[in-house]
């Protein structure tokens, strides 16, 4: 038996960061999993915000003191949803230099559910979401995820053709590298 018999499979969220309509997050994502079906060891499966309807973080008490005891339902049932996967990678866009409010919101909703967890990120705009990718790893980094792999910038000239998304092949080779490096780190 070598190596290849034992992977342990691992279940990876694509993190799609974006609710406005006709956004670009939910492209990104499905063209990520469709590249990466058919990856050994791993399945990767789209977690579209847009669809959690989470409230605004309003409570008293924060979710990092809930310890996983949330008193929000929403943010209770999004954090069981959390829960299930081994591993992340986030589909972020940058807007004015920064997170997009919902994708934070959505994150600081739950706590200890992101701790120890391995997150990659893929990122777009004018210069393929660099700040906001940055900013992203200090937020990971605080809440115990361990960043891995290297980031995937997607700047507007170079990945997208008449705003629809159209990655080159060099885009795709480190989309799997990426997503190799969350795998090999949730295992």
Known sequence: MNDQDTLKHVTIGIFAGSIREGRTSIEVARWAEKELTGTEGASFTIIDLKEQ???QLTGSVPPAAQQGDYTEPKAAQWARKIEGFDGFIFATPEYNAGIP?????AFDSIYVEWGGKPVAFVGWGSDGAQTAIKHWHDVAERVGMKVVGDDLHLPFKEAFSDHQLAPTDEHTTTLHALAGAVADAAR
């Open 53 to 55: 309807d989470l409230p």
């Open 101 to 105: 409010g919902t994708m934070k919101n």
